[in-house]
């Protein structure tokens, strides 16, 4: 299996504009996550999904930031307008509650530097 | 909510056994899970603990004890690449997984 892939890997962009960071997870899993990484706050999730469906987004900053999944092999998480506060990294990560431990599994993360 | 406590550092000597300590406060608990995060890459994961006791996996093992709201990762034999930050996640009832700030252990020679 080719793990959790993320895309873009790396993304600058300016203060003001649409940034959409995309995720497929590993194939069978029915959760996914969405987390933030900085310094300052370490690790934080920012919403979860169980079988495409939106299940806690009480983590989302504001309303600037949405998270959609259409399907279950594929997640976006979309920062609109982006501010230089939002400049972290992304991760994705899935797993299975089928398995009895529910592993997350991570992506490599999109870094996001906003100027 | 829930809140996690871990040391923010902590250094070691190569070969040596170091322990590194979590505690919690859970709004239901339904597990434990400890994760390895080297500079610049993603976290994966170590151990997973959901019952009393001590869990063991080759040079690492995980211990939970639930009454005390407590566990600890015991690294033995300590290599250079263990250098990395250790994350304490624990995951409440309604399937949330809160994740503690991380301790970053340096192994030194």
């Given at each position: ?35 933030r ?7 934080e999730?920012l919403?979860?999904?169980n079988n495409?469906?939106?299940i806690?987004?009480s983590?989302?900053?504001e ?8 399907n279950?092999s594929?997640?976006?998480l979309?920062i609109?307008?982006?501010e230089?506060?939002?400049?972290a990294?992304?991760?994705?990560a ?5 398995a ?10 999109t870094?996001l530097?906003?100027? | ?10 250094t ?6 170091v322990q ?10 339904n ?5 390895q ?6 976290p994966?994961f ?6 009393d006791?001590?869990?063991?996996k080759?040079?690492?093992s995980?211990?939970l ?6 566990s600890y ?8 690449k ?7 996640a ?5 399937g949330k997984?809160t994740f ?7 192994v030194?020679?």
């Open positions: 299996d080719a793990g959790v892939i993320q895309s873009p890997r790396h993304e600058v962009t300016e203060m003001g504009q649409e940034v959409t960071l995309r995720c497929k997870p590993i194939s069978g899993h029915n959760s996914l996550f969405w987390y990484q900085t310094m300052m706050r370490g690790l999730l919403i979860y999904f495409n469906v939106p806690d987004d983590g989302m900053p309303d600037r930031f949405s998270a959609k999944m259409p279950a594929f997640s976006t979309k609109q307008p982006s230089p506060r939002d400049s990294v992304y991760f994705c899935s797993s299975s509650n089928r009895s431990q529910e592993t997350q599994y991570f992506g490599p993360g870094r530097l906003v100027l | 909510g829930q809140n996690i406590d871990q040391p923010t550092e902590m070691a000597t190569e070969g040596a056994i590194i300590n979590c505690t919690y406060q859970t709004s239901g608990f597990g434990l899970f400890w994760y995060q080297h500079a610049g890459e993603a994966t170590l151990s997973y603990n959901v019952l006791g001590l869990e063991e080759g040079r690492f995980s211990f004890s639930r009454s005390k709201g407590y990762l015991l690294l033995k034999e300590l290599q250079m263990d250098s990395a930050s250790y994350l304490c624990v995951k409440d009832g309604a997984s503690g700030d991380g301790t970053t252990l340096t030194k020679p």
